[in-house]
């Protein structure tokens, strides 16, 4: 195409800015429009003295003959606008070059790409936040994400704890520092509502001259602009979100401050959950304690020995339970019982406790052992509850070089003597289980154990215990009497290490019952100690 006169002036008709340039830069016509964008710009003049240097220099691509850009076109600034530059090559070598005014366009784009940035943000904050349940974790994630994506530097505060605030502090390109503050909130406009949970102060009303010295980090210069959001929690307050920036640089936006909202909010989430486990933790690692295993040696010259595996190596309770209750004065009997829930994990767990409750409770009634599997069968029938469960009681003293027992099974599998020779006996204590039937009758048997000699109640996890060289077999009570035979003379705790050692090889890595068991032996010498000193012991599991 020609620049002929005609076809140019039918160029102030299009609604576009259009310049026509030859191939030394020399300005060949000019629309009304593009005169109007470009002032100064007039027919022979240099295109490099009144257009924007992109343009000069796509010209002078185009012109030697190579691409100005994807299409032919490129694109830049004119002023706060921005456009697009469409060439095309006349037939006498000139470019007429068509501007079209992209601004809205670029503006979308640009506010797409943020908002896919930010989206991608918050989902990797949120996955970082949500795989650590330790506060002080989140704490230290939130305050350095804030800081490299949010602002200069971030100020993470939670609720105050014994008259000081938690506090991690972290710079831009810098790793989080935590502080305990003895200050007041309030020094900080929004600061004090913002740790009570109410919306934030816009940061337009936060003067940044009066930013406490305890606010602001070591070495980071004076304050620009601030913003304080709360962290919101699941139902309380999780603590709050101070964004601080240098002076000299952009004021914190509203569009940021919103952002900056949901960045908190996804932070005060991750930070209340780990609060709550924490706090779930502590509760659980209290009440637990009551529940583990005691360290069970001599009790008034009697040597008792425990143990007890889970059916689930994950779980630390189920429906086996132990106690041994200490004599409370030299020359009285130390009470022992062991026992067996219908059903295994926490469910079982529950029955497990409220029988060791009661029986802790009967204590002064522990001389009648019949008395006492009467008072807990009634408890449990009472209760309402749908299992059942067997127990053995035993009640031991020393008497010379000898230990005493009085034992009694309610539904419990027989315990077993081991005398010194290796000749395991059964004992002939039997009964009924509880929880079950209106009456729960149990026979107490006598038996008597010399230096050496020991008796084992155990519950039916060993017995049932599933595997063995085809994995089919069950361990049976022959298998354990065996065992146990072999055990002659030896230390309770030894006898309990065998036998979860058997129990352990035998069953592999296959599914089990709970097993319990404790031992009870005659020394071969008289010492006379404690659990614990003067403690009772106990444990379920």
Known sequence: MSSTAPALEALSLVPYPVLVVDGAGVVCHVTPKAAALFPGLHRGGSLGESVPAWLTEAHTRRATGGAAGEHGSVSGPVGERS??????????????????DDTDHQLARQALQEERERTAFLTEASNTLLSSLNLERCMDVTAQLAAEHLADAAVVIAPRSAHRLPV?????????????????????????????????????WIDPAYAPEWLVPEGFGPVGSIVVTPLPGHGVPAGALVL???????????GEEVFARLFAARSGAAMSAARLYAEQSSITQTLMQDLLPPTLKQISGVD????????????????????????????????????????????????????????????????DHQRMI???????????????????????????????????????????????????????????????????????????????????????????????????EYFGEARLKAALSHCA???????????????????????????????????????????DGHTRGRFTA
């Open 168 to 204: 991690v502090i972290c710079l831009r390109g810098g790793r989080p520092q935590r502080f305990q503050w003895d200050v007041d909130p309030a020094e900080v406009p929004g600061l004090a509502e913002a740790l009570q949970g109410f919306p934030p102060v816009p940061s337009r």
């Open 374 to 472: 009467d008072l807990l069968n009634g408890a449990l029938l009472s209760s309402h509850h749908t299992r059942f469960a067997t127990l053995v009681m035993a009640s031991a003293v020393r008497e010379g070089g000898n230990v005493r027992l009085r034992l009694t099974s309610a539904g419990h599998p027989p315990t077993l003597i081991v005398r010194a020779d290796g000749t395991v006996e059964e004992s002939r204590a039997r009964g009924t289980l509880v929880g079950t039937f209106e009456k729960a009758p149990a026979a107490t048997v006598h038996e008597t154990l010399a230096p050496g000699e020991f008796c084992v109640l155990f519950t039916d996890g060993f017995a049932e215990a599933k595997g063995g060289p085809l994995g089919d």
């Open 83 to 100: 456009f697009e530059a469409h060439p095309t090559v006349q037939d006498d070598g000139n470019v007429m070059w068509w501007l079209v």
């Open 489 to 531: 003379g030896m230390p309770a705790e030894a006898v309990v290490e065998h036998m979860q050692m058997l129990a352990s090889q035998w069953v592999g890595s296959r599914t089990h019952d709970d097993m319990a068991v404790i031992v009870i032996a005659a020394p071969r010498s008289h010492h006379l100690s404690a659990v």
């Open 244 to 254: 601080l920036r240098r002076s000299g640089e952009t004021a914190f936006t509203d």
């Open 304 to 367: 008792f020995a425990g143990g007890y595996r889970a059916s689930k190596d994950h779980e630390r309770i189920g429906g086996d339970f132990y106690d041994v209750h200490p004599a409370s004065t030299a020359g009285e009997e130390t009470f022992a019982v062991l026992g067996d829930v219908c059903g295994k994990g926490m469910e079982a767990a529950v029955l497990t406790g409220k029988i060791r409750n009661t029986l802790q409770a009967l204590l002064p009634m522990a001389e």
